[in-house]
T-cell receptor
Framework: DGGITQSPKYLFRKEGQNVTLSCEQN?????MYWYRQDPGQGLRLIYY???????QKGDIAEGYSVSREKKESFPLTVTSAQKNPTAFYLC???????????FGPGTRLLVL | SQKIEQNSEALNIQEGKTATLTCNYT??????LQWYRQDPGRGPVFLLL?????KEKRKERLKVTFDTTLKQSLFHITASQPADSATYLC???????????FGTGTKLQVIP
């Protein structure tokens, strides 16, 4: 069953805490992306990765970190430096050079 | 800066009618334009892609037009059904991983 999965569906963060959002794909896609979605705004790119062990900052990378140790996995860490982390986080993947992206189901992050 | 405008207000339409959604953009010359569907609390799902040298694309009940002179795309759903109720996102890109811009989406409600 091919696709892209994200976990958890809901995540709660306490003040000063780092949390990690999981993203896994078995589509054999080269590129993976993290977006943030806020009400009334379009998706904004946080980080993207074209190949293993390489990633690039998007438009709103401050307060976030990523790793790409395996082709299938692209976890996102929301650090304590991100002062407004409450949002819906979406992971996506695509074949190299292709415009169409395939999205996961999303993780909603809430701050306690 | 690049800007995409989609109707921020919800579009209500009677079942069986044709729904037409508009996407206008400024300060951009995209090579590709895509439409995605997003249901509440879920990730976007790809529907159609049209290239700058194409005027129209169809897929089953869906049709998209792309007018690079007017800087506008129209997205049509014919014989609309309540199951078509969702938010529809317009997405522009120029090729390359970073140059993707998402619209805020238009919420479509098909009334039985």
């Amino acid at each position: 069953d091919g696709g892209i999965t994200q976990s958890p569906k809901y995540l709660f963060r306490k003040e000063g805490q780092n949390v990690t959002l999981s993203c896994e794909q078995n589509l054999n896609h080269d590129a993976m992306y993290w977006y943030r979605q806020d009400p009334g705004q379009g998706l904004r790119l946080i980080y993207y990765s074209q190949i293993v062990n390489d990633f690039q900052k998007g438009d709103i990378a401050e307060g976030y970190s990523v790793s790409r140790e395996k082709k299938e996995s692209f976890p996102l860490t929301v650090t304590s430096a991100q002062k407004n982390p409450t949002a819906f986080y979406l992971c996506a993947s695509s074949w190299e050079g292709q415009e169409t992206q395939y999205f996961g189901p999303g993780t909603r992050l809430l701050v306690l | 800066s690049q800007k995409i405008e989609q109707n921020s207000e919800a579009l209500n339409i009677q079942e069986g009618k044709t729904a037409t959604l508009t996407c206008n953009y400024t300060n951009y010359s995209p090579a590709y334009l895509q439409w995605y569907r997003q249901d509440p609390g879920r990730g976007p799902v790809f529907l159609l892609l049209i290239r700058e040298n194409e005027k129209e694309k169809r897929k089953e009940r869906l049709k998209v037009t792309f007018d690079t002179t007017l800087k506008q795309s129209l997205f049509h759903i014919t014989a609309s059904q309540p199951a078509d109720s969702a938010t529809y996102l317009c997405v522009l890109s120029s090729g390359g991983y970073q140059k993707v811009t998402f619209g805020t989406g238009t919420k479509l409600q098909v009334i039985p």
